[in-house]
Structures are given as structure tokens and as C-alpha cells.
């Protein structure tokens, strides 16, 4: 009975050293000694730190940037080595850097595992994101309207005030549907984007694709398809996509046979762009809606969190709030609920960028993996199958680029604005990005949808702010954010709501 206890240890033993040699092996590149790194170096210990950065990574980031800056330094995750790109020259090379060499496709298709998620019919055209950049961002001003009406709409259900009387309401989930049926207004119109059930699909679907995108990922590659089907409802919630789109489809397609590509009335939302745009087995009912669910799944949850953000800074700077008003009640007399109206916001414009900077919801940006060796302008290489990424979260705590950058100031931005001659187009705005503001990420893979988002975000706060009177509950604040693999969430609370008194 030893004897078979004593081989049972030495085989185990002997798995574990040739487990950690393969480790070693796996984790030790030679172009990547000379990088400094924070955390443990050692390929087996490396582990360690990266299960450290899921958990602390504000303070991981922080700590290479201020040691290496202008320069490289190197994070281990559990895959590979994240090498971490400090000073605006290095960034440029990042930026020009061709897509065939330092991929952001690849690395989402990675980590979203598309190929057993949502399965997109034709994975190389991801022509939705053309039609996000183009149609969507030049249809801003024409579609302003309908997101009033549905903002209204959509704010009057969720918080039903009545005369001086505080109500409560979760903010969290709150601002999740109203951001939900508000993007849906103009991705799918009145009145599939009130469908409550439509909403719950929309909302579940994008948690469920990244959990079941976790999930998978932790398999190798023959066994994703098994796992997919075995572990994932993702399937189910498609066809309830195609379903809830079937009619509308149906009906605009036959529109399209009969009249071309002009008709009377004819809706100018997201789904009518993808039908015109979609190719081949796009074209379908069934790849319609899953375009439709991937715009989904990168617009509300991004929107609403960035939105709570903000909020919250509003509720904790109640000082600011009149100045707030003044500006939106000032502007709106003279320009009405229009883009020109919401381009002349500088103050609501500067709190959301100002929140942007200090809580901005993912510590890391213009994430890429190398598909090559890759050799930045410093003379460094680095090899293939290597991620880079931009350390967002230390960038914008800088104190060579924001005075005093540890502190929140709601109007940092605005003042900037004012000091460089008030232009409407200043780099100052939220949608502007920069090697200093990376919140959208930067150069041609820019987030696509910033611009209806920004001034989604921005419709929103002002309405809410000359609408409502807006505190926490009695003896609370801005609850604690959620730091986890790389991400800033804002935890939930409850927000007491009132009509405005005057």
C-alpha cells in the first residue's frame, strides 16, 4: 500500500515539475527580459500577479507608469504578457501600427469568442461597425428628437414622481433600461424599443455573451464548440431576437422589392441601415439579428455605467448643480432640444469627460495582440502573441497632464474650453480623443459609437437635472466601485428623486 501511495505522489510530482517547466518555457521570451515588470517576473510566479491584477490593477498601472514613464513595462495575465505603453510618442507607434500587425479584431474575437457565441454568419465583414462610424454618427441631428421623446418617455415610467413627494429608485438597473429603450428608439423605432421583454433579451443577452465567453475561453480549442452548446443559452436568445424582428423585416424588405431603396415614410433607424448595407447570408433574418444584438451588447451597458458614473458625481457635487441648470435652461431657450443646443452644453459636456477621466470604466485601452513581432520606436521588440494595451487609468491621473489629478472638478474641461477661445470643436469636448484622453481609445479604431453616446449621455443628465431635484438617501453616498479584471464598475444604490421645486 505504500509502495502505490509513493508512486501515486512521485507521478504527481513529476506532472507538476513538467507542468512548471512548460511554464517557464511558455512565460520566458528573451525580447521581453529588458522590459521592466510589476509584479513577479518569474514564469511560474507571474501567475500570481496576474490574479493580482484583476483585483488591483488601478494601483498596478499606476505603479509601472510613474517608474517607466515615457516607456514600457509588462503585466502578466493568465494567457500571455500585457506589455503596458507609457508617453505619447510610444503610443503613436501603437496607433499606427498596421491592423495585420497589432490586431484589436483578433483580441475581440478572442475575448468576446464570437465563433461559439453569437456566431456571426460571415465573422470577416463586420460591416455594422462602418454603418455605427457613418450612418448613425451623420443621422445625430436628425434623430435628436425621437431620443428627447424617448428619454421623456422612458424617465417618466422608471421615476414617477409626484409634486414634493421623494421617491426612491435602484439607479443601477434604472438607468440600464432607460439607456436600453433610448438606443433602441433608433436602432429599431417605435414601438419594439417599449417592449419590455424586447429590453430583458437586449439587457441579459450581452451579460450572458460574456459570461459564457469567460467560460468557453478556459477550454481548448476542440472543445469550445462542445462546451458552447452544452453550457450556453445564447442560442435561444437569438431566435427570440429574430422573432421580435421578424415582421418589421419582412415588411421593410418587401418595401425594398417594390420601391427600391426610397419609399415614402421609410424608417431611418439601425435595422434599416444594416438591411441596406448587409451582403449575402447578412441579409438574412437570422444575421440581421444577431448585428442588431451585437450593437446592443456594446452600446447600453457601457452607456448606462458611464451614466451612473456621472450621476453620482452630480449627486456629490450638489454645489454645481445650479451652475448646471443655468447653462442647460440658457441654452435650451435659445437653441431648443437640438445637437446644436446639446454642442453648446460645456458645462454637462466637461462633467462627463471630467467623470470620464477619474472613473473611467476600464483601466485599459486600444487593447491589441500582436500578430508579429513588433518593434516600437524606442528600439524595443516585442514578440508575437504578446497583448498591448494603454494604461488609461494612469494616463489620465497624470499630474504632468491635470493639474491636481487626483481631485474630481466637474468643470475642468469647460474652463479649458473658455481658455482656448470657446470653439464648439475644441479638443476639450468629450468626443475628442488624444494621447491624453483615452477613454474612447484612439486613432482609426476610436470607439464608432462615441458620438451618440456622448450625446445620449449628454440629453439625459440635462433633462434630469432641470426636471428632477436628485440627492442620495439620508446618511449615504456614492456607493464603492467594483475594481475587477480591469474594469471600474459603480456599485448600486438607491437615488431619492422629486419633481423640481422652484
Not at 505504500?2 to 518555457?25: C, H, K, P, R
Not at 500577479?49 to 493568465?78: C, H, W
Not at 462602418?130 to 428619454?151: F, M, P, Y
Not at 453648446?344 to 508579429?372: C, N, P
Request: hydrophobic share 45%; net charge negative.
Amino acid at each position: 500500500m505504500l509502495d502505490e501511495f509513493t508512486l501515486n505522489v512521485s507521478f504527481l510530482a513529476g506532472i507538476l515539475i513538467l507542468v512548471s517547466l512548460f511554464l517557464s518555457w511558455y512565460r520566458r521570451d528573451p525580447l521581453l527580459s529588458a522590459i521592466p515588470t510589476v509584479g513577479f517576473s518569474d514564469p511560474i510566479l507571474s501567475y500570481i500577479s496576474a490574479v493580482q491584477f484583476n483585483f488591483d490593477g488601478f494601483r498596478m498601472l499606476k505603479e509601472g507608469y510613474e517608474k517607466t514613464r515615457p516607456g514600457l513595462f509588462k503585466i502578466a495575465s493568465f494567457r500571455r504578457w500585457m506589455i503596458l505603453v507609457a508617453g505619447s510618442e510610444l503610443i503613436e507607434d501603437v496607433r499606427k501600427a498596421p491592423d495585420n500587425v497589432l490586431s484589436m479584431l483578433e483580441l475581440s474575437l478572442e475575448t468576446l469568442q464570437l465563433e461559439y457565441t453569437l456566431k456571426l454568419l460571415n465573422m470577416d465583414d463586420l460591416y455594422q461597425t462602418d454603418v455605427i462610424r457613418s450612418k448613425l454618427t451623420r443621422n445625430i441631428s436628425g434623430i435628436l428628437e425621437e431620443v428627447r421623446d424617448e428619454l421623456v418617455t422612458a424617465l417618466e415610467e422608471v421615476i414617477q414622481t409626484r409634486d414634493d413627494e421623494w421617491i426612491k429608485v435602484p439607479i443601477v438597473e434604472t438607468m440600464q433600461r432607460v439607456i436600453c429603450a433610448v438606443s433602441n428608439r433608433v436602432f429599431v423605432g417605435l414601438p419594439l424599443c417599449r417592449n419590455r421583454d424586447y429590453q430583458t433579451l437586449n439587457l441579459t443577452f450581452a451579460v450572458n455573451a460574456v459570461k459564457s465567453a469567460a467560460i468557453i475561453g478556459m477550454f481548448p480549442k476542440p472543445l469550445k464548440p462542445i462546451v458552447s452548446r452544452i453550457l450556453s443559452n445564447l442560442p435561444s436568445q437569438i431566435r427570440q431576437a429574430i422573432e421580435f424582428i421578424r415582421p418589421m423585416v419582412e415588411e421593410r424588405f418587401a418595401k425594398m422589392e417594390e420601391f427600391g431603396e426610397d419609399w415614402d415614410n421609410k424608417p431611418n433607424d439601425m435595422l434599416m441601415w444594416l438591411m441596406s448595407e448587409a451582403k449575402g447570408v447578412e441579409r438574412s433574418l437570422d444575421g440581421l439579428a444577431r448585428r442588431l444584438l451585437l450593437v446592443n451588447l456594446a452600446a447600453i451597458h457601457t452607456t448606462s455605467l458611464t451614466f451612473t458614473q456621472v450621476f453620482y458625481r452630480v449627486l456629490a457635487n450638489p454645489e454645481c448643480v445650479n451652475s448646471l441648470r443655468e447653462e442647460v435652461e440658457a441654452v435650451v431657450a435659445e437653441e431648443g432640444w437640438t445637437k446644436a443646443g446639446l454642442d453648446k452644453l460645456h458645462m454637462i459636456d466637461s462633467f462627463i469627460r471630467e467623470s470620464q477621466r477619474v472613473d473611467g470604466l476600464t483601466f485599459l485601452t486600444m487593447l491589441r495582440l500582436a500578430l508579429r513581432p513588433f518593434t516600437f520606436s524606442n528600439g524595443v521588440t516585442i514578440p508575437a502573441g504578446t497583448l498591448v494595451a494603454l494604461p488609461a487609468s494612469a494616463v489620465h491621473r497624470d499630474e504632468e497632464l491635470y493639474p491636481n489629478p487626483e481631485e474630481f472638478d466637474g468643470f475642468r474641461f469647460s474652463k479649458l474650453r473658455e481658455s482656448d477661445g470657446d470653439s464648439v470643436t475644441s479638443r476639450h469636448q468629450v468626443v475628442s480623443t488624444s494621447t491624453e484622453h483615452l477613454a474612447f481609445g484612439l486613432g482609426r479604431h476610436t470607439c464608432p459609437g462615441r458620438v451618440f453616446a456622448a450625446n445620449m449621455i449628454k440629453a439625459l443628465l440635462a433633462h434630469m437635472v432641470v426636471t428632477y431635484d436628485m440627492k442620495f438617501e439620508e446618511g449615504t453616498e456614492a456607493p464603492a466601485d467594483r475594481c475587477i479584471f480591469g474594469m471600474r464598475i459603480p456599485g448600486n444604490t438607491n437615488v431619492m428623486f422629486r419633481h423640481r421645486q422652484r
